[in-house]
């Protein structure tokens, strides 16, 4: 215990560190060690690890290398570990890890999940609220379906508002649009403001250039002419920047696209 002159105190306890498995500092060996460790102990338990992260574009560039030393050497072992890894985010996600190591575009099996399709989009309306003994209007299911585009935020959040803004047990068209205004403030806040706000003027001058494709991916050689520049090598730097912040992504070779749908609507509004 420690009592400084003014009456403050303060408590700690000091032991000597024991040195063990996973603890010389560096985060690639330290990982590795760990989950051999672990995944030892499944294997003695006939059991596997699963280690699920989501969001994983947020990670800084050296954690991810190290992810990826880590699991790569695992999986060079003559009898690997029993320890699966999934690793999910946007879009852009891959080229994120290959900017850790190079490598990266061979470790991983990617899946793209994308947007879901109008069956499944209306199957997630319909259940939860025939569950609570409510009934949609043909016209405001329809509404309701392409409101959200098959973008399960939205299906989960538009549902919300809309539930909360019905009148009767059966969901009108009025209910709908009530709902989905209510839920678009939401998201601009919890989706895109962000994402807006933490990019550079000349960022969002890119991305507005892109808003102007309404959603389709937008060709750089027409950013250029849109940004009044004479190359793409002029907003390379905004593109790789914009890439490495998860807003954007590259669905093919020479054209970019918005990682979150609806950004385009966003940045057209601000704009107004």
Same mark, same amino acid.
């Given at each position: 215990?420690?009592?400084?002159?003014?009456?403050?105190? %303060?408590?700690?306890?000091?032991?000597?560190?024991?040195?063990?498995?996973?603890?010389?500092?560096?985060?690639?060996?330290?990982?590795?060690?760990?989950?051999?460790?672990?995944?030892?102990?499944?294997?003695? #338990?006939?059991?596997?690890?699963?280690?699920?992260?989501?969001?994983?574009?947020?990670?800084?560039?050296?954690?991810?290398?190290?992810?990826?030393?880590?699991?790569?050497?695992?999986?060079?072992?003559?009898?690997?570990?029993?320890?699966?890894?999934?690793?999910?985010?946007?879009?852009?996600?891959?080229?994120?890890?290959?900017?850790?190591?190079?490598?990266?575009?061979?470790?991983?099996?990617?899946?793209?999940?994308?947007?879901?399709?109008?069956?499944?989009?209306?199957?997630?309306?319909?259940?939860?609220?025939? %569950?609570?003994?409510?009934?949609?209007?043909?016209?405001?299911?329809? #509404?309701?379906?392409?409101?959200?585009?098959? =973008?399960?935020?939205?299906?989960?959040?538009?549902?919300? =508002?809309?539930?909360?803004?019905?009148?009767?047990?059966?969901?009108?068209?009025?209910?709908?649009?009530?709902?989905?205004?209510?839920?678009?403030?939401?998201?601009?806040?919890?989706?895109?403001?962000?994402?807006? #706000?933490?990019?550079?003027?000349?960022?969002?001058?890119?991305?507005?250039?892109?808003?102007?494709?309404?959603?389709?991916?937008?060709?750089?050689?027409?950013?250029?002419?849109?940004?009044?520049?004479?190359?793409?090598?002029?907003?390379?730097?905004?593109?790789?920047?914009?890439?490495?912040?998860?807003?954007? =992504?590259?669905?093919?070779?020479?054209?970019?696209?918005?990682?979150?749908?609806?950004?385009?609507?966003?940045?057209?509004?601000? #704009?107004?």
């Amino acid at each position: 215990m420690r009592v400084d002159p003014t009456g403050a105190y %303060s408590f700690g306890v000091t032991v000597e560190p024991q040195l063990g498995v996973a603890d010389s500092g560096d985060l690639a060996t330290d990982l590795q060690e760990l989950l051999e460790r672990i995944g030892l102990a499944a294997r003695e #338990e006939n059991t596997v690890l699963l280690l699920a992260v989501d969001e994983l574009q947020e990670a800084t560039a050296p954690d991810l290398a190290s992810l990826n030393m880590a699991l790569h050497n695992l999986g060079q072992s003559i009898s690997p570990v029993p320890v699966l890894f999934v690793g999910a985010g946007l879009p852009s996600l891959p080229a994120v890890l290959a900017d850790a190591t190079s490598y990266a575009e061979r470790l991983y099996d990617y899946r793209r999940i994308g947007l879901l399709d109008e069956t499944a989009t209306t199957t997630a309306l319909v259940v939860p609220v025939q %569950s609570n003994g409510a009934e949609w209007s043909e016209g405001a299911l329809n #509404e309701a379906v392409d409101a959200t585009g098959g =973008y399960p935020y939205f299906i989960q959040a538009y549902g919300s =508002y809309i539930w909360a803004a019905r009148a009767t047990n059966l969901i009108s068209l009025d209910d709908v649009e009530i709902g989905v205004e209510s839920a678009r403030a939401e998201v601009d806040r919890g989706l895109y403001q962000s994402r807006w #706000e933490r990019s550079s003027p000349t960022q969002q001058a890119f991305m507005a250039a892109m808003a102007l494709d309404a959603g389709d991916p937008s060709a750089m050689s027409e950013l250029v002419v849109r940004l009044g520049k004479k190359s793409t090598t002029d907003i390379s730097v905004n593109r790789r920047d914009l890439i490495r912040s998860g807003l954007i =992504y590259m669905p093919q070779r020479g054209s970019v696209a918005f990682t979150v749908p609806g950004m385009h609507d966003f940045i057209t509004r601000q #704009e107004a």
